[in-house]
């Protein structure tokens, strides 16, 4: 079993940058590829990026490229979000996952899920 705890969300402006972190305990010495998904309200959760075990890979859906950056430090079990240039519609609750199976182009279905953090995107 693995536990998630995003911590991070807010309210903040349009064009303004905001960092979340997603903590992880339990069974973490499994190389397990971790990402974000996101909801936002009336809408079905998407994937936003996936990061391997070793931090070396990355994925990002298209709606955010450019714009976000996930990276880990396995040192910490925490892997971290930077979302820059915030746009209005970047507001959802998001999520931090992990999988010990699926890699970064096929992180879909997760095993672990945190509880997700708001972010909200005033225009």
């Known amino acids: 079993q693995v536990q998630l705890i995003e911590s991070g969300g807010g309210l903040v402006q349009a064009g303004d940058s905001l960092t979340l972190s997603c903590a992880a305990s339990?069974?973490?010495?499994?190389?397990?590829?971790m990402g974000w998904f996101r909801q936002a309200p009336g809408k079905e959760r998407e994937f936003v990026t996936a990061?391997?075990?070793?931090?070396?890979?990355?994925y990002y859906a298209d709606s955010v490229k450019g714009r976000f950056t996930i990276s880990r430090d396995n040192a910490k079990n925490t892997t971290y979000l930077q979302m820059n240039s915030l746009k209005p519609e970047d507001t959802a609750v998001y999520y931090c996952?992990?999988?010990?199976?699926?890699?970064?182009?096929?992180?879909?279905?997760?095993?672990?899920w945190g509880q997700g953090t708001q972010v909200t995107v005033s225009s």
């Open positions: 996952a992990a999988d010990g199976y699926s890699g970064i182009t096929r992180f879909r279905a997760p095993e672990y």
């Open positions: 339990g069974h973490t010495f499994k190389p397990y590829t």
């Open positions: 990061i391997n075990w070793s931090g070396g890979l990355t």
